[in-house]
């Protein structure tokens, strides 16, 4: 699938690829670089997506180039938990993880979830911000064992 947008008097062609499983080496090193970039650390990403239910992994590429992701997984069978993404702050406002959750949302719901569930922090408002516009509703806080301040955010895909 592609998408055309117009940024800087540029035409930029992205394409969002679905993978269902681990994919191939090209794709998770690029992943693995732009979650150390944007979240510092990508130490046993792997080993965590390897061992998620129903892992789901929607890449936004240039060329090569994985320029955003967005990773979930099954919590039960109506229920779905998206749970990493980020993307390149080169390639930042230019909808990608607009799109990126678009392409989730719809995956989730032709697969037939009926919720699906994040988790953001107050440092990252642009996220928090995407998805309460997006639908999302918050539905908890709470502080985690390190001491980190969470919000967790549904939405209905049914509606």
């Keep these: 699938m592609l998408r055309a947008i117009e940024a800087g008097g540029f035409h930029l062609r992205f394409d969002y690829c679905i993978f269902t499983s681990i994919p191939?080496?090209?794709?998770?090193?690029?992943?693995?670089?732009?979650?150390?970039?944007?979240?510092?650390?990508?130490?046993?990403?792997?080993?965590?997506?390897?061992?998620?239910?129903?892992?789901?992994?929607?890449?936004?590429?240039?060329?090569?180039?994985?320029?955003?992701?967005?990773?979930?997984?099954?919590i039960d069978h109506s229920s779905f938990y998206s749970w990493l993404g980020g993307v390149d702050t080169y390639y930042r406002n230019q909808a990608i993880a607009?799109?990126?959750?678009?392409?989730?949302?719809?995956?989730?719901k032709e697969k037939g979830y009926k919720i699906v569930q994040t988790k953001t922090m107050n440092k990252w408002r642009?996220?928090?911000?995407?998805?309460?516009?997006?639908?999302?509703?918050?539905?908890?806080?709470y502080t985690d064992e390190k001491g980190l301040h969470k919000i967790l955010l549904q939405k209905n895909l049914l509606d």
């Design 98 to 108: 607009t799109m990126l959750m678009e392409k989730q949302h719809q995956y989730l």
């Design 24 to 74: 191939d080496v090209d794709v998770l090193n690029g992943i693995l670089e732009l979650h150390k970039d944007i979240f510092g650390t990508s130490d046993d990403l792997i080993n965590k997506m390897s061992s998620k239910p129903q892992l789901l992994i929607i890449t936004a590429m240039e060329g090569k180039k994985v320029i955003g992701f967005k990773i979930g997984y099954e």
């Design 126 to 141: 642009n996220m928090l911000i995407l998805n309460i516009k997006n639908g999302f509703d918050v539905v908890d806080t």
